[in-house]
């Protein structure tokens, strides 16, 4: 089939290229040339593995074009996609104009019927709104076309797009039409094989199923983050407790791990715009602000857990310390560090009067870009480099590479003997026995002084 996908952010590029993956002739279109011209020559903007040689592949066999020309990318699609994005208002509600944007674009160069569907996160009513612009753009030209507005939201994970988009858990597709419906069951069929994962609902629904699904999964983090925060106030350990749940099915293992917060561009967006929404509709959605509320105070518990340590000892603190940090993006596997907690801790310990050595495997140059040059911060090229000067060592992402550290290297390079370990990759014993203080998340026993757990 013809696709055209507007938009060549992180949804609008994997869905594109995996699209023309399974033999879909496919153009991008994106408003940013030299975006477009960096594509075309096969440079790919985010880091995700397995998504640049597939690109390239795709692009050379000619099934992926990249373009800023509008008209010739409507001409194009059977089945046109909007990917665009949908960032914050200033009041958490999700901004629409580059969806109505692309709404308008459509309308103005549209000459036979299409299907459009709505790829980005959008809040409920949205396919409503691109619609009516759509259909009032077409009047004004005196142009009557048939077209239908499917949601379709995507559920990509950073780190495993290009996997999620290949092997898809489920296929939602909201539509008012059965023939749109089936069109993009055609469309998917190369997804669809062995069992039906295709889920249709009624448009409405399916707009409102996406941000359920990542609610939910913020309010089980936020959830552990909240039980953790409890665990070291009681002297207990959360990855104790976190085994002791996670084998009731009903629970399950997935999205119980507490930390030093979410970030990324998915759940602190979504969340506030889901509770936004509500609020349109004269409904307090309690639940959802609290899952925000634990998730920034948990941003800044990293920061308490150092402070604690150094107001406890006989120096100044915090100021004048060097802390080694690694990991900077949001999560493993991407060089994003949209709402990351790397930022908070790092402007918190800036604002102590401390020096930052940090390093991430993929987000150094995104992190140069965010942070600017700054005479307390040095960006290293290594987990090693990082520590070398360093006074302690915090741990904020859980790239693979920095679960098994050789702790008496690192007990010789640190000043200050002392692990802050946020993601709770380490066993607090095996740190301890290696001469270094441990402090990680909701782990209560190497917290409270000896024989206070017990009141
Ligand atoms: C998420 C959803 O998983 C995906 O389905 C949706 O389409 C987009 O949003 P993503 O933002 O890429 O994907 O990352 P995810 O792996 O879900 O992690 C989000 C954040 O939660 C990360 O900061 C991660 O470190 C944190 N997290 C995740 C925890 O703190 N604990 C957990 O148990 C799981």
């Known amino acids: 089939m013809r696709v055209t996908i507007f938009g060549t952010g992180y949804v609008g590029l994997v869905t594109g290229t995996c699209l023309a993956e399974v033999g879909h002739d496919v153009v991008c279109v994106d408003i940013d040339a030299a975006k477009v011209d960096g594509l075309a020559r ?35 699609g059977d089945v046109v996609f909007i990917a665009v994005g949908t960032p914050p208002d200033d009041d958490g509600s999700a901004d629409l104009q580059y969806v109505l944007a692309v709404a308008r674009t459509i309308g103005q160069h549209l000459a036979r019927p299409v299907v459009v569907v709505d790829k980005s996160t959008v809040p409920v009513g949205t396919a409503d709104k691109v619609r009516t612009t759509i259909a009032t753009t077409l009047a004004e030209r005196g142009a009557d076309i048939a077209f239908d507005v499917v949601s379709n939201p995507e559920f990509l994970k950073e780190g495993a797009a290009v996997e999620d988009c290949m092997r898809p858990d489920r296929i939602v597709i909201g539509a008012d039409n059965p023939a749109a419906v089936e069109k993009l069951r055609r469309l998917y069929a190369p997804f669809n094989r062995n069992h039906d994962r295709i889920v ?3 448009v409405r629904s399916a707009e409102l199923t996406k941000y359920a699904a990542n609610a939910m999964l913020a309010t089980k983090i936020s959830f552990m983050n909240e039980i953790a925060n409890i665990a070291e106030k009681v002297g207990a350990d959360i990855e104790m407790v976190r085994h002791g749940i996670g084998s009731d099915p009903r629970i399950g293992w997935h999205f119980i791990y507490p ?53 406890a000892g006989e120096d100044e603190g915090v100021r004048g310390r060097t802390f080694a940090v690694w990991g ?24 102590a009067g401390a020096r930052v050595r940090a390093y991430d495997p993929e987000a150094r140059h995104e992190a140069a870009r965010v942070f600017g040059e700054r005479p307390d911060l040095v960006l290293c090229d290594s987990a090693g480099a990082a520590l070398e000067g360093a006074d302690a060592l915090i741990v904020v992402t859980e790239w693979k590479q920095f679960r098994s550290p050789d702790f008496a290297a690192l007990h010789a390079a640190l000043g200050d003997a002392v692990v802050f370990d946020g993601r709770n990759l380490y066993d607090p014993a095996e740190v301890e026995a290696a001469g270094l203080a441990y402090y990680g998340i909701g782990r209560g026993r190497s917290i409270l002084p000896e024989g206070s757990a017990g009141g």
């Open 42 to 76: 096969g440079v790919v903007p985010i880091y995700e593995p397995g998504l640049a040689p597939m690109v390239k592949a795709n692009h050379a066999a000619g099934r992926l074009h990249f373009t800023t020309d509008a008209a010739r990318a409507v001409a194009h």
């Open 200 to 202: 249709a609902m009624d």
């Open 328 to 351: 900077l993006a949001f999560k493993p596997d991407t060089d994003d560090m949209r709402e990351a907690s790397s930022r908070r801790l790092l402007q918190q310990l800036w604002d």
């Open 259 to 311: 930390g030093a917060g979410y970030g990324g561009s998915c759940f602190p967006k979504d969340v506030q715009a889901l509770a936004k929404t509500a609020q349109q509709h004269d409904y307090e959605a309690r639940l959802l602000n609290a899952v925000e509320a634990v998730n920034d105070a948990q941003k800044g518990h990293l920061f308490e857990l150092v402070q604690r340590h150094y107001d």
